[in-house]
């Protein structure tokens, strides 16, 4: 079998169209920016679904199948959102984390600088908590008064 080659631009393959998108620094933008991108296709699916069951007409439910049917509608809109070569994730992509710093000096930059941020995190302690709930309360045989023990 020979070879086919097509020379209309506008009749590609689908995997020369994902090879070209791969080679706008997708690699290089944070799994941060990808997952906000990924959570703004999806509330902008939901709220698209939401109106487009609007339009279908009120129907008469109780108040279980509305939650049933609200948690049904999320999860759509979440499956929406998981296609990886969606156009409405690359365009909140270009705007949020720009074409021009999709290079790999720049995600290492950017890595660099989550780490330091990581290291100097403060770390809540619940002492005070604990010390509280070492007290504790008790009657008099005497009187109706409660007084305070330590514990200790």
Same mark, same amino acid.
């Given at each position: ?27 290089? @933008? ?30 008469? +439910?109780?108040?279980?199948?509305? @939650? ?59 002492? %005070? ?8 309360? %008790? ?8 007084? +305070?023990?330590?514990?200790?």
């Amino acid at each position: 079998m020979s070879k086919i080659s097509i020379h209309r631009p506008q009749i590609q393959n689908q995997n020369a169209i994902k090879k070209n998108n791969s080679s706008k620094g997708y690699e290089f @933008i944070p799994e941060d920016h990808k997952k906000f991108a990924k959570a703004m296709e999806s509330q902008f699916a939901e709220l698209m679904l939401k109106e487009m069951q609007k339009s279908v007409g009120n129907k008469d +439910t109780n108040q279980a199948q509305q @939650i049933y049917e609200s948690m049904l509608l999320k999860e759509r809109a979440k499956n929406m959102a998981d296609n990886k070569d969606s156009a409405i994730q690359e365009l909140i992509l270009n705007e949020v984390y720009p074409q021009k710093f999709r290079n790999e000096q720049n995600f290492e930059m950017y890595q660099a600088s989550q780490n330091k941020f990581k290291k100097n995190k403060v770390a809540m302690h619940d002492h %005070h908590i604990n010390e509280y709930n070492k007290v504790q309360k %008790h009657k008099s045989v005497n009187s109706n008064q409660i007084h +305070t023990n330590n514990g200790e």
